[in-house]
């Protein structure tokens, strides 16, 4: 079956460029679950990987650190076609072709199944971006951090993962102090949840 996808490709002189492409199913790896991609955020890193060398390891590969979507077909037994699924890091965009596809093939270790109360729309909004701003949550947590110990300072604020840790933390019950270097942000930080704004410039090292 044919789909489109961005691809990305290296000239000789080590050039990366990124076009809109009709692929077919052969393109896709031999065996895994076939996935309908919904949805792909665009990450930071999705931006670094069309700007250098660091993250594409091989060309050409559709770049998308991650996707949502349904299954389509699975060789794996713990997933059947209609699964809401999603993927983030693994080899995507690296090794392995990533998420700015209409399908995808990988091995089912990499997709978790969604919830019924998350789309594949939500999943990406919160994305991998967000996933890594509850790995941060969790790890905070895990070393003994807890509302009661007084504020929680968030650097990056008005970035990917620093808005979600905003949100995160707020609705966990901590006073959320926010550092940005956008002072325009202030508002859009404070209905993220946090309680006060200050200039990334303070704390800024001379
Ligand atoms: N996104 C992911 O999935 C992911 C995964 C693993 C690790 N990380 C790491 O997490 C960090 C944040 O990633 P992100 O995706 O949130 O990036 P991002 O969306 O680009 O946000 C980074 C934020 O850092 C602040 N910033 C920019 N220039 C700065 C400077 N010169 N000094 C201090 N702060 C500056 C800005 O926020 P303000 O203007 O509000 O200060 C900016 O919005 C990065 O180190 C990234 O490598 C991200």
Redesign the pocket.
């Known amino acids: 079956m044919s789909f489109r996808a961005i691809l990305a490709t290296r000239s000789d002189d080590g050039a990366i460029s990124a076009s809109l492409q009709t692929l077919d199913d052969t393109a896709l790896s031999d065996s895994g679950v076939t996935v309908a991609v919904d949805w792909s955020t665009l ?3 999705d931006a670094v990987a069309l700007a250098g060398p660091q993250i594409i390891q091989t060309f050409p590969l559709v770049p998308g ?1 991650d996707f949502a979507g349904s299954v389509v077909s699975s060789d794996d037994a713990r997933f059947s076609p209609g699964d809401n699924v999603v993927a983030t890091g693994w080899g995507l965009s690296q090794t392995h072709h990533g998420g700015y596809a209409q399908r995808a093939r990988v091995p089912g270790d990499w997709l978790v199944k969604l919830p019924t109360n998350i789309n594949t729309r939500d999943a990406m909004a919160i ?3 967000g ?2 701003a509850m790995l941060s949550v969790l790890a905070l947590e895990h070393g003994g951090v807890s509302p009661n110990r007084g504020d929680i300072l968030v ?8 808005s979600i840790a905003i949100t995160l933390l707020a609705e966990l019950g901590y006073r959320v102090v ?5 002072p325009d ?1 202030a508002d859009y930080l404070r209905k993220l949840g946090a309680s006060e704004i200050l200039d ?1 410039a303070l704390l ?1 090292a001379e």
Not at 155 to 162: E, K, L
């Open positions: 990450n930071y890193k650190i994305g991998t971006a996933f890594t650097t990056g604020a008005s970035g990917g993962v620093g926010a550092s940005t270097g956008k942000e990334r800024s």
